[in-house]
């Protein structure tokens, strides 16, 4: 057989193999090639991810060519900085309700997982009811508590009220998206981002911009375009929940709150939320440190971090695999093997980041110009980018223990371990470096890649140490 002749079969074989995932094939995790149920989770999860960050990136575009782009990026950032508080409550649920839909489909209980899926639905509706008034409400009062100027606060307060009043529809995403990934469907938590990424795409420059009838919104038609394309995306996953195609199957009757259910339930979010807030709190601290050195530093670090995002996004798709593998086979009792299936995940996330790093090292200054048009505001994102990028091999193995101690419902220690990271370690570098020894926006830089680094080695301790293993849900 000539060479020709077996690359051909290759590149056919693995494209099948591409489509096979694509279209969500049904699979046993708990038998066959681990590396096979890796990638065949990986693929729609990566894809999933890379579609939630173009949510951010069509948004930044457009945004940065608006005639205010640098208090319209602030105004972004300094909103999405709290939204991040909204988000860490939907991923806390949305882990609670993969981490016992996957032990149940591990169990090979599918009528139980639909159950534990519609009881977390049920909470998390009632949650963000409540905030999502309470954001719309105190939209103004969120942007002067952030720092902002009282001309920026006039600016972007119909932009805020917009995003954190339609929070509903980022929580059911992700916590709908959480319950298939956990049946091993990610396919279709990908086809629901997708579809709601090309209701943005077209709804973004449209509502921005203005088009005959339509008038131009400019920074609020950003935050319509996003919500409406969200919204649009929540329907097809409600369409497919109810119509007894999927691996679940939703039934009215099982959104009525049973309290032993509940009460699991929150049990595993409630850590998981708080992790996440803890995570997403340094963040919005880092922000208003950064923002102290003037705009066109919140402007530059604001554009990076959308960037870092849509690159951090498709690592984070592939260590939530390690969560469903984990969760299904310890359901299956098969404790060796969901390990086996985390170390694997974990060497191709360190890879991905590996070349994500050299990327960023060779083409960082042409990426960010072309999202940023000011010179200056190019400088701060492009040294951000290399500073916070020089931690990420660390950081895609550490992403990858996480989600493997929040896969089989130990969502108390990552906890602990960003509580310390973050706030014990990161924050007070942060403030050492910017204000004591006056780096400014730099200074902050440097604490993110340094507090990911040792947070990822302790994961990677307590995580081969096996207390996981033990965990019941």
Known sequence: MSHSTTYTNKASYYLSFLKQAIRGEEMDYTTGSIRKAVIMLAIPMVLEMIMESVFAL???????????????????????????????????????????????????????????????????????????????????????????????????????????????????????????????????????????NIANIILCPLLIRGLGPVPA????????????????????????LFNGKSIIKMKASYFIPVWEQVKKIIGIAAPGT??????????????????????????????????????????????????????????????????????????????????????????????????AEKPDTRKIAVEAMLIISSGYIFYGVGMVMMNAFNGAGDTRTPTIINAVGFWLFQIPLAIFLSKTLKMGATGAFIAIPAAETAMAIAFYILFRKGKWKQVKV
């Open 58 to 196: 069509v948004d930044l575009y457009f945004v940065g060519h608006l005639p205010q782009s640098d208090k319209a990026q602030q105004v972004v950032g300094l909103a999405e900085s709290v939204i991040t508080i909204i988000y860490s409550i939907a991923i806390g649920i949305s882990m609670a309700a993969t981490a016992l839909v996957a032990r149940r489909i591990g169990e090979k209980d599918p009528e139980e997982a639909a159950k534990a899926g519609a009881q977390t639905t049920t909470l998390s509706i009632i949650i963000t009811v409540v905030l999502s008034i309470a954001g719309f409400i105190f939209a103004k009062d969120i942007l002067r508590l952030m720092g902002a100027s009282a001309e920026t606060v006039e600016y972007g307060a119909n932009y805020t009220r917009i995003l954190t009043g339609g929070s509903i529809v980022i929580m059911l995403l992700f916590l709908i998206n959480g319950i298939f990934r956990g049946a091993g469907d990610a396919s279709m938590a990908m086809r629901s981002l997708t579809i709601a």
């Open 274 to 371: 708080l992790q996440f807030l803890i995570g997403s709190g340094s963040w919005i601290v880092l922000t208003a440190i950064v923002a102290q050195s003037g705009e066109t530093a919140s402007a530059g670090y604001i554009t990076a971090i959308r960037v870092i995002m849509f690159f951090l996004l498709p690592a984070w798709g592939l260590s939530n695999a390690a969560a469903t593998l984990v969760g299904q086979n310890l359901g299956a009792k098969q404790p060796q093997r969901a390990e086996e299936s985390v170390l694997k995940t974990a060497k191709y996330n360190a890879i991905f980041m590996g070349i994500v790093t050299l990327l960023f090292l060779l083409l960082s200054p042409y990426i960010i110009g072309f999202f």
């Open 217 to 240: 919104f400019g920074l609020t038609g950003a935050a319509m375009a996003t919500t409406i394309g969200r919204g649009i995306g929540v329907m097809y996953q409600l369409y497919h």
